[in-house]
């Protein structure tokens, strides 16, 4: 029962999120950025990094109980991974199991000399193929080592590497932060750089229907998997957001599942939908 009793605040200083709501769920990136956040919704970050959950509170040793929290990525990211950056490039947080496609193009220069890589690692001398430039794998000294030298490559957490390229899929086999690299093991004599963009495999939508004022989707499902319903407007880009909670397809489910967008029809607007597939 809802009550005056407890007394619902702003964090003070010596919450975890000062001025956000107290007792509620808020996020840090990387240890500083704070988000509100709650029990529905969506947010668009403004830094990169280590997104952590909390209870904004200022005193953790007297709590008790918990909250269920599942967050799905939004949508593509886009950033630009230049040759020298020897740190790589965050793209935020990938999912085990969720599968996601890149594109990149650009060119790369390394060694301070005419050639130059794309991102699969093919080297060129004023655009024109040459074994001069020396294609090779990654020895230990390089940032992916076994990966192809010179190539867009990825790494979760510091960790396990992900060869990319071009264009293409992967799946990851863990969960965190991807930040993106030029494969090399030297960084101060390279130039150039390459547009990347990154983004989650949606699922198939099947049928859409009308159902008075409401908006039914349908689309195929794989048992053992999290779906999340998103939309954006005509007019919105690539700014889907959230519309349903989070679907969880049982091992012993059925190839398709639905979902009724409430009121779609009555506010003038038209939807576009996109199914967001998890682990």
């Not at 830094?47 to 959950?53: D, N, Q, Y």
């Not at 071009?166 to 093991?185: A, C, I, K, Q």
């Not at 009308?210 to 689309?219: F, I, L, M, S, Y």
Request: with cysteine.
């Amino acid at each position: 029962q809802a009550t005056n009793v407890c007394g619902a605040i702003l964090g003070d200083g010596s919450f975890t999120c000062p001025g956000l709501q107290g007792f509620s769920l808020v996020g840090k990136i990387n240890g500083g950025s704070c988000i509100q956040l709650g029990s529905s919704g969506s947010f668009t970050p403004s830094a990169s990094g280590k997104l952590v959950l909390y209870f904004n509170d200022g005193i953790y040793g007297d709590n008790s109980g918990s909250w269920n929290v599942c967050i799905a990525p939004a949508g593509e990211i886009c950033t630009n991974v230049p040759a020298s950056a020897s740190g790589g490039v965050s793209v935020g947080n990938v999912v085990a199991g969720q599968a996601y496609t890149y594109q990149a193009s650009g060119v790369a220069h390394y060694n301070m000399g005419p050639c130059q890589a794309d991102p699969d690692g093919n080297l060129s001398i004023n655009g024109q193929a040459t074994n001069v430039c020396g294609a090779i794998l990654g020895d230990g000294s390089f940032t992916c080592p076994g990966l192809q030298g010179f190539s867009l490559v990825g790494k979760i957490n510091g960790g396990s590497c992900i060869q990319l390229g071009s264009s293409g899929s992967f799946t990851p086999t863990t969960s965190g932060e991807l930040v993106l690299y030029f494969n090399d093991n030297g960084y101060s004599d390279n130039s150039g750089s390459w547009n990347v963009c990154i983004a989650p495999v949606t699922a198939t939508i099947s049928a859409l229907v009308v159902r008075g004022c409401d908006v039914n989707v349908t689309w195929l499902t794989v048992p053992g998997r999290t779906y999340y319903l998103q939309a954006t407007s005509p007019t919105g880009g690539r700014n889907y957001a959230t519309v349903s909670p989070p679907i969880v397809i049982p091992f012993s489910g059925g190839t398709t599942t639905n979902y009724s967008d409430p009121g779609v029809v009555t506010n003038g607007v038209g939807r576009i939908y996109r199914v967001l597939i998890v682990p």
